[in-house]
Every structure is written in C-alpha cells, then in structure tokens.
Nanobody, 114 residues
Framework: QVQFVESGGGLVQPGGSLRLSCAAS????????MSWYRQAPGKEREWVAF????????NYRDSVKGRFIISRDNSKMTAYLQMNMLKPEDTAVYYC???????WGQGTQVTVSL
C-alpha cells in the first residue's frame, strides 16, 4: 500500500540547517507531484512546498521562500526538503505526501531552539 517514511528531523539552533527525506512506496512515484507539509503544536497542518513529477516546477509557501529547497530522486522514490536559515517558527512535525494523497506517514519532528 501507499507509504511514506519521513526522516532527518532533529533539534537545531536558529540559523541552522536540516535535510529531510521522504521515502515513498506503494505507487508509481515518478508519476506524482510531491509536497511537504508541517503541523505545529495546536495548529492545522499546512502546506510547505511542492515539486512536480518531472522536477520542472517547484512552489513554496511565502514564509520559507529563499530558505527551503524541495527536490526529488525518482530512481530512489525519495523526496527531500533542504531547510536553511531555520527559525523557531519552523518548529513542527514535517510530513510528505503525493498530490491527492490521503494517507500520511508518521512525520519527522523539527525543533528550532537555542
């Protein structure tokens, strides 16, 4: 079945960097656009970034533009999120999903704090 396994989160100081990975399985990965989402404590899950199936198009929410970079490796069925210049407000559990997907992985916790 469709499955996502997110990894790479952790505790980092403001201004630091992390690279998240999303290993996908159970569907034809190269045929789907992929997105990253995040959910902070007490808040709704929000969309963060999108990459098309062929990597030709990427989009970002305004608050992460210029700091985050989404990428993918179709041969490895994996999506990535490079997060630079991290801020405390980036603290959240980060998830990935395919376009139109309704099943979610366990996410990976990112905490930005001194």
């Amino acid at each position: 079945q469709v499955q996502f396994v997110e990894s790479g989160g952790g505790l980092v100081q403001p201004g630091g960097s992390l690279r998240l990975s999303c290993a996908a399985s159970g569907f034809i990965f190269r045929s789907y656009g992929m997105s990253w989402y995040r959910q902070a404590p007490g808040k709704e899950r929000e969309w963060v970034a999108f990459i098309s199936s062929t990597e030709s198009t990427t989009n970002y929410r305004d608050s992460v533009k210029g700091r985050f970079i989404i990428s993918r490796d179709n041969s490895k069925m994996t999506a990535y999120l490079q997060m630079n210049m991290l801020k405390p407000e980036d603290t959240a559990v980060y998830y990935c999903n395919r376009v139109g997907g309704t099943l979610w992985g366990q996410g990976t916790q990112v905490t930005v704090s001194l």
